[in-house]
């Protein structure tokens, strides 16, 4: 149960595009297309915003996009405001039933 | 509303136990697998543990395995989670969090309970 490898801190302007890469092995990742994307604010709870790879659950800003290629997701944000500056987090099931974090990645909006 | 509330977390001592709570509401808590989150101080996200919908299979993460014991009552809308053999590597904010899947993604999330392990 390792955990997934991500980007220490990504930083963009207003209105940028940002993408934040989530990488693990054939065993999560790469071998399921259900990769989770969590948003985190300071002193805050997780919040999902994307699951199974690509799907934007009800009520999440469609400037959130999630992709997958081989044993790396990514997580898009377009139009960058703001209030999207925050602890990003990535996960994944995994073979035994298990699910793997990545570390986290701090967003800075310049 | 979904709501999920924690409660139990504490001081204890190494070797110790301590068991957390969590009332869920606002959704049919009987028909969702549960889960426990947890996350040291300035530390990431760690799954620690997920249960099904009727209680008849649970999951556990390695770091937890023997020690952490995960369990449901549907007839009181409550999540548990029994914790023995505390080390300070425990140490962490736990959340509860209902399962969208089978295992995972964590639809709803509570606001977390505190555990310090310490002499």
């Known amino acids: 149960q390792s955990a997934l490898t991500q980007p220490a801190s990504v930083s963009g302007s207003p209105g940028q595009s940002i993408t934040i890469s989530c990488t693990g092995t054939?065993?999560?990742?790469?071998?399921?297309?259900?990769v989770s994307w969590y948003q985190q604010h300071p002193g805050n709870a997780p919040k999902l915003m994307i699951n199974?790879?690509?799907n934007r659950p009800s009520g999440v800003s469609n400037r959130f996009s999630g992709s997958k290629s081989g044993n790396t997701a990514s997580l898009t944000i377009s139009g960058l405001q703001a209030e999207d500056e925050a602890d990003y987090y990535c996960?994944?099931?995994?073979?035994?039933?298990?699910?793997?974090f990545g570390g986290g990645t701090k967003l800075t909006v310049l | 509303e979904v709501q999920l509330v924690e409660s139990g977390g504490g001081l204890v001592q190494p070797g110790g136990s301590l068991r957390l709570s969590c009332a869920a509401s606002?959704?049919?808590?009987?028909?969702?697998?549960m889960s426990w989150v947890r996350q040291a101080p300035g530390k990431g996200l760690e799954w620690v543990s997920t249960?099904?919908?009727?209680?008849?299979?649970?999951y556990y993460a390695d770091s937890v395995k023997g020690r952490f014991t995960i369990s449901r009552d549907n007839s009181k809308n409550m999540l548990h989670l029994q914790m023995n053999s505390l080390r300070a590597g425990d140490t962490a904010v736990y959340y509860c969090?209902?399962?969208?899947?089978?295992?995972?993604?964590?639809?709803?999330w509570g606001q977390g309970t505190l555990v310090t392990v310490s002499s």
């Open positions: 969090a209902k399962v969208f899947g089978t295992v995972d993604p964590f639809e709803y």
């Open positions: 606002g959704f049919t808590f009987s028909n969702y697998g």
């Open positions: 249960i099904s919908n009727s209680d008849d299979n649970t």
């Open positions: 054939s065993s999560d990742v790469g071998g399921y297309n259900y």
């Open positions: 199974n790879v690509s």
């Open positions: 996960s994944s099931y995994a073979s035994g039933s298990t699910v793997v």
